[in-house]
């Protein structure tokens, strides 16, 4: 499932094709069969880290900026950080990728490196890789930032639907 944004920060469903499979040949068939349908080359391309995407997204798209979806990235992160080192990780890692500018960004990444790298290496090294494609919304106006979806709208969708199925509906009051 491809979404897209127009200018005026409006949701826009692109394409959607029935599929289990996140190699580079299914997915630059799914973004040329948009193309043929008239998509011109967007300005950012949000995914996760799937090889074959993050390659399709260089094949179709060579000039647009990838923005790795910060969700899965966060949840890389609590993966490779101890839980009791989690919380303040955390915070650190979203102040470098929701920083007001990419230079920023790099110095609040650099401090992150600098204060967790020798006792964290594997948390250390998840939040370096790809850090770039994680703070390309940054290059945008701040006033677009609010619109860019830097996470994964249909997984989203899914982790809502089971988090509501997974709760008890409420019954109807009977009268009494």
Same mark, same amino acid.
């Given at each position: 499932?491809?979404? @897209? &944004? +127009? %200018? !005026?920060?409006?949701? %826009? ?5 029935? @599929?289990?499979? !996140?190699?580079? $040949? ?11 349908? @008239?998509? #011109? ?7 996760? =880290? /799937?090889? @074959?995407?993050?390659?399709?997204? !260089? ?11 910060? /969700?899965?990235?966060?949840? #890389?992160?609590? /993966?490779?950080?101890?839980?009791? %080192? ?9 102040? *470098? &990728?929701?920083?007001?500018?990419? *230079? ?6 650099? =401090?992150?490196? +600098?204060? &967790?790298?020798? !006792?964290?290496?594997? =948390? ?25 979806? +830097?996470? #994964?709208?249909? $997984? ?15 019954? *109807?009051?009977?009268?009494?």
């Amino acid at each position: 499932m491809a979404w @897209g &944004y +127009t %200018v !005026e920060s409006r949701r %826009v469903l692109l394409h959607l094709m029935a @599929g289990s499979k !996140e190699d580079a $040949e299914t997915v630059v068939a799914f973004f040329e069969d948009m193309k043929m349908r @008239g998509l #011109n080359e967007p300005l950012l391309v949000t995914s996760d =880290g /799937a090889p @074959g995407v993050i390659k399709a997204i !260089e094949v179709c798209f060579p000039r647009a900026a990838r923005q790795r979806c910060l /969700a899965h990235r966060m949840r #890389n992160l609590a /993966a490779k950080v101890p839980e009791d %080192v989690w919380p303040k990780f955390k915070v650190r890692a979203q102040a *470098a &990728y929701q920083a007001p500018s990419r *230079a920023i960004a790099r110095q609040l990444a650099a =401090g992150v490196v +600098t204060d &967790y790298g020798l !006792e964290q290496e594997r =948390g250390v090294a998840r939040f370096m890789d790809d850090f770039e494609a994680c703070i390309a919304h940054l290059r945008f106006p701040v006033t677009h930032r609010r619109a860019i979806r +830097t996470t #994964n709208l249909l $997984e989203r969708l899914f982790v809502e639907g089971r988090r509501r199925q997974s709760s008890p509906m409420p019954l *109807a009051s009977e009268p009494s």
